[in-house]
T-cell receptor
């Protein structure tokens, strides 16, 4: 069974641009969540989707948005990029929603903003 | 509000020595607790988790953790460190009624030959 797939793996963007990151969950998984990982802040929750509905959102500005499609694939978008948005963005999926369920992580998308 | 504290951002042990990585949590309701490991340039991999039942949880690669409610702790241990255990380890908590996981700041484990 294929794991969580994230694309692209590495990208460099210029300040002010926007970026879209893609996540394909494990087959059959309907819940997708996103995390930002930085050396200074660690892993911070961005948002979680289940059946195309956003269930929860972390404390990030409105420049960060996401969506989930009917096939459970998810995208996140960051508009008007800032230098501080440079981070590893991790997507995770689980079969169903709810606490206590194991979430399975992809290898992440490394975003560098210059 | 939930939070997770991992004591020690860096821990060094000799190969063959006991590994002990500390995690304390705060939660107003019984939590679900997890340990994940991250190798360089990779995502996070689940080591073990506690949801209900037995408080001593065994995971992969010889790791185990014990849920101690009275101490609000969920420390990770391994009797004998191996060079391949060198990685960053994250403790996480979630609880019923929410959909997000709160991660600790991580502990980077170094194994000395």
């Amino acid at each position: 069974k294929a794991g969580v797939t994230q694309t692209p793996r590495y990208l460099i963007k210029t300040r002010g641009q926007q970026v879209t990151l893609s996540c394909s969950p494990i087959s059959g998984h309907r819940s997708v969540s996103w995390y930002q990982q930085t050396p200074g802040q660690g892993l911070q929750f961005l948002f979680e989707y289940f059946s195309e509905t956003q269930r929860n959102k972390g404390n990030f500005p409105g420049r960060f948005s996401g969506r989930q499609f009917s096939n459970s694939r998810s995208e996140m978008n960051v508009s008007t990029l800032e230098l501080g948005d440079s981070a590893l963005y991790l997507c995770a999926s689980s079969p169903i929603e709810g606490a206590g369920n194991t979430i399975y992580f992809g290898e992440g998308s490394w975003l560098t903003v210059v | 509000a939930q939070s997770v504290t991992q004591l020690g951002s860096h821990v060094s042990v000799s190969e063959g020595a006991l590994v002990l990585l500390r995690c304390n949590y705060s939660s107003s309701v019984p939590p679900y607790l997890f340990w994940y490991v991250q190798y360089p340039n990779q995502g996070l991999q689940l080591l073990l988790k506690y949801t209900t039942g037995a408080t001593l949880v065994k995971g992969i690669n010889g790791f185990e953790a014990e849920f101690k409610k009275s101490e609000t702790s969920f420390h990770l241990t391994k009797p004998s460190a191996h060079m391949s255990d060198a990685a960053e380890y994250f403790c996480a908590v979630s609880r019923s009624g929410t959909y997000k996981y709160i991660f600790g700041t991580g502990t980077r484990l170094k194994v000395l030959a």
